[in-house]
């Protein structure tokens, strides 16, 4: 079968001819319909986080049709459609346990532990780790196993301070932040949305997606929000980069009792003492979301309430497509289709 393969730092994505895996009893082969291309594959290919032997097979979002399955499996059936959840659980810890497979205490993570996703097929070690698509596009699918799922949960934890009357502001309008302005606007209506990015193209989009205000990123960000929530601050803001600058507008923007949620692993700090945040801010990490929260979120794709910004690409583009993301010259999500 065709696949990409990821030889080390500083060296390009080859596409090889490699064997097609061989399915195990409780293992699920996938004809992959779509595979999504994220900004945190570039962490990988920069060497910022560790990974398995290489040569290895990237790409984490992940969706097609069930084609082959092992002896012990009952839960999907060749011909299916069906996501990929992204964080491969043991199934057996105490966050498994409590339906938080994301926070799975001995996770497999395809595309940086064990081959991904950009092939034409994909072998996936459980049926756990599969959620049905029921008639929803597999292509449409693929990137909402991160680009939505991840902004749905951070959505979700600071739904307590959002609706009428209220503001949140979102800093980084790309793959996951074109999916939260969408995500907001179904499940919190009535609350305000601002957006921050540095690129006049993404806060157009963002504009097209509902934001109610935009903000350009390379200037005073803060006072910005403050005059767009009458000086309050926003009740809420994610922050979807997660670097020195971003992480330092998101304090200058949120306002009293207010939450920011950090999504971004871009590897900055948010400066902090007693008095440099407002009263009584909360600060969290969030990542990715469970598989409850997979399921709930393809539902919200399905029934047309959120819709992926996706340009289609073939795995033989692959090392344009990264340089090009690199760049911030890609709207959305690119899926690799192949």
């Known amino acids: 079968m065709k696949a990409t393969r990821f030889y080390g730092v500083g060296k390009p994505i080859e596409i090889e001819d490699i064997p097609e895996p061989e399915v195990g009893p409780n293992d699920v082969l996938i004809k992959i319909a779509g595979a999504g291309v994220c900004h945190s594959d570039l962490h990988v290919i920069d060497g910022d986080v560790d990974i398995g032997e290489t040569p290895i097979t990237l790409g984490h979002e992940n969706a097609g049709i069930v ?25 057996h810890c105490r966050f498994c346990d409590i339906g938080e497979q994301s926070l799975c205490q001995n996770p497999v993570w395809p595309g940086v532990m064990v081959n991904g ?5 994909l072998l996936v070690h459980h049926p756990r780790n599969l959620v049905k698509l029921n ?3 597999p292509i449409v699918a693929a990137p909402m196993t991160d680009a939505a799922l991840t902004p749905y949960r951070a959505v979700k934890k600071v739904m307590s301070n959002l609706g009428p009357g209220k503001t949140l502001a979102i800093i980084g ?19 305000q ?28 960000v803060g006072a910005a929000v403050k005059a767009a929530t009458g000086g309050d601050g926003a009740d ?35 400066p902090y003492s007693f008095w440099n945040l407002p009263l009584e801010c909360e600060v969290s990490s969030s990542i990715w979301g469970n598989r409850q929260e997979l399921k709930e979120v393809l539902e919200m794709a399905r029934i047309g309430l959120i819709t992926p910004h996706i340009e289609r690409q073939p795995l033989e583009a692959i090392n344009d497509v990264l340089a090009r993301l690199h760049d911030g010259k890609i709207q959305g999500r690119v899926v690799l289709t192949p």
């Open 236 to 270: 809420a803001v994610i922050d979807f980069v997660g670097n020195d600058a971003t992480l330092k507008n998101a304090g200058a923007s949120i306002g009293i009792a207010g939450k920011v949620i950090v999504v971004g692993i871009a590897g900055g700090t948010l």
């Open 193 to 220: 949305l601002i957006a921050i990015d540095i690129s006049a193209e993404k806060l157009t989009m963002a504009k097209q997606l509902g934001a109610n205000h935009v903000v350009d990123g390379m200037g005073d």
């Open 135 to 137: 008639g929803l596009d």
């Open 67 to 91: 084609e082959k399955v092992g002896s012990q499996v009952t839960e999907v059936e060749p011909g299916e459609g069906v996501a990929v959840f992204g964080a491969w659980s043991c199934g």
């Open 117 to 121: 996703g950009w092939a034409e097929k």
């Open 173 to 191: 309008v790309g793959g996951l932040g074109h999916m939260a302005l969408q995500i907001a606007k179904a499940v919190t209506p009535a609350t």
